[in-house]
């Protein structure tokens, strides 16, 4: 545990100003946030503070060079006011991989932990309580050190943010297979949660959006016959019974979501599979009725079901189902994360 957290609160809560039942996602921000400087070669002491702008040098090269990573966690708060987080560790040793891949120092699990931990003590009334609300957590990490050489910073900032949020998505999301641009590549990023990894799908994400999609399902970007991820989110498609995603890769973030939801599908008797999916097959299940559901799944999303997808200009819908799998999942699993159910697996992580 470390104990030399310096705190300084906020000298008066923004918390009245909120309405709690009517969250947005992501945009609403807690009293305070954590920041850790690393200079001279090491992590500094953690400091809570009054959640403010952070100034920085116009030469840092997070402008420059891009050098940022970030995690996305929630906080969970049952009905007797006890905190939750879920695998919260598995978010920082993530961290750190993404860390290690963009030349970034490794933050110590310490401060990630009992950092965080102390943050949600003091902004504890901001966790929501609402069904289907949960304070969203943005743990980040960026170059604050400065210089136009193109190469790795001598300095660097730890942020942890939280936001009380309500759903991503409204409803449910129509997709577009992507044929052309891809997200990620073999040897390249696309496995760590690095800021420029999401820069890059904005543009074809917009061009989706342009034409009445919400999301891109990402394809491999040698042959693009593969499906790989859902936007933001990995991606579940059902055929008849059989729940299938694609097995992570360098292009593929090894979400939180999806090993938890393969581990309880399995356990719930329901048959799943992880191998290559390929977009011929899910047109042609599509076409003869057996393609059942496809969801993304992330902490932000939690599982996002999927209406209908595009693909080469043609539009598919997918069935309604009276009791799809990706109800049963979402409540298996957000039971599981708010204290409503037994947690077999010890995934639970109390404050
Ligand atoms: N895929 C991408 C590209 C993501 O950004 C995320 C979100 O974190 C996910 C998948 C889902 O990962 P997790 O379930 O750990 O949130
Ligand atoms: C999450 O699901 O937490 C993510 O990090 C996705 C994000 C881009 C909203």
């Given at each position: 545990?470390?104990?030399?957290?310096?705190?300084?609160?906020?000298?008066?809560?923004?918390?009245?100003?909120?309405?709690?039942?009517?969250?947005?996602?992501?945009?609403?921000?807690?009293?305070?946030?954590?920041?850790?400087?690393?200079?001279?070669?090491?992590?500094?002491?953690?400091?809570?503070?009054?959640?403010?702008?952070?100034?920085?040098?116009?030469?840092?090269?997070?402008?420059?060079?891009?050098?940022?990573?970030?995690?996305?966690?929630?906080?969970?708060?049952?009905?007797?006011?006890?905190?939750?987080?879920?695998?919260?560790?598995?978010?920082?040793?993530?961290?750190?991989?993404?860390?290690?891949?963009?030349?970034?120092?490794?933050?110590?699990?310490?401060?990630?932990?009992?950092?965080?931990?102390?943050?949600?003590?003091?902004?504890?009334?901001?966790?929501?309580?609402?069904?289907?609300?949960?304070?969203?957590?943005?743990?980040?990490?960026?170059?604050?050190?400065?210089?136009?050489?193109?190469?790795?910073?001598?300095?660097?900032?730890?942020?942890?943010?939280?936001?009380?949020?309500?759903?991503?998505?409204?409803?449910?999301?129509?997709?577009?297979?992507?044929?052309?641009?891809?997200?990620?590549?073999?040897?390249?990023?696309?496995?760590?949660?690095?800021?420029?990894?999401?820069?890059?799908?904005?543009?074809?994400?917009?061009?989706?959006?342009?034409?009445?999609?919400?999301?891109?399902?990402?394809?491999?970007?040698?042959?693009?016959?593969?499906?790989?991820?859902?936007?933001?989110?990995?991606?579940?498609?059902?055929?008849?019974?059989?729940?299938?995603?694609?097995?992570?890769?360098?292009?593929?973030?090894?979400?939180?979501?999806?090993?938890s939801i393969?581990q309880i599908a399995?356990d719930n008797?329901i048959?799943?599979?992880?191998?290559?999916?390929?977009?011929?097959?899910?047109?042609?299940?599509?076409?003869?009725?057996?393609?059942?559901?496809?969801?993304?799944?992330?902490?932000?999303?939690?599982i996002?079901?999927?209406?209908?997808?595009?693909?080469?200009?043609?539009?598919?819908?997918?069935?309604?189902?009276?009791?799809?799998y990706?109800q049963k999942l979402k409540k298996l699993i957000t039971d599981i994360q708010?204290?409503k159910a037994e947690d077999?697996?010890?995934?639970?992580?109390?404050?």
């Open positions: 545990m470390i104990s030399n957290i310096e705190i300084q609160r906020i000298e008066k809560s923004k918390i009245d100003s909120v309405d709690f039942n009517n969250l947005p996602f992501g945009s609403v921000y807690s009293d305070h946030m954590l920041t850790c400087d690393f200079k001279e070669g090491k992590w500094q002491s953690p400091k809570i503070e009054p959640f403010a702008p952070i100034a920085l040098d116009p030469s840092a090269k997070i402008f420059h060079y891009g050098q940022s990573i970030f995690e996305g966690m929630k906080a969970y708060k049952d009905t007797k006011g006890n905190m939750m987080l879920f695998r919260p560790l598995e978010n920082c040793n993530r961290l750190n991989k993404s860390a290690e891949r963009l030349v970034i120092p490794q933050i110590p699990e310490d401060i990630f932990m009992d950092g965080l931990k102390k943050l949600l003590e003091i902004d504890s009334s901001w966790i929501p309580t609402n069904d289907g609300s949960s304070l969203y957590i943005r743990p980040f990490m960026f170059a604050t050190g400065n210089g136009f050489h193109a190469s790795p910073a001598d300095a660097y900032k730890f942020v942890i943010c939280t936001a009380p949020s309500g759903a991503y998505f409204a409803g449910k999301i129509k997709v577009l297979i992507e044929e052309k641009y891809a997200r990620a590549a073999n040897g390249g990023v696309g496995y760590a949660k690095a800021g420029g990894n999401y820069a890059a799908q904005f543009y074809p994400t917009q061009l989706a959006i342009e034409k009445g999609y919400n999301q891109v399902i990402w394809t491999d970007d040698n042959t693009h016959q593969f499906i790989e991820e859902a936007g933001a989110m990995n991606i579940f498609v059902r055929i008849n019974d059989t729940l299938i995603t694609s097995p992570t890769s360098d292009r593929i973030l090894d979400g939180i979501t999806r090993k393969l399995a008797g048959k799943t599979e992880v191998r290559k999916i390929s977009v011929g097959e899910v047109v042609e299940a599509a076409k003869n009725g057996n393609l059942k559901e496809m969801f993304g799944a992330g902490t932000a999303a939690v996002s079901p999927i209406a209908g997808f595009g693909y080469q200009e043609n539009d598919f819908d997918l069935p309604e189902l009276e009791n799809p990706a708010t204290n077999p697996y010890g995934w639970r992580v109390m404050v």
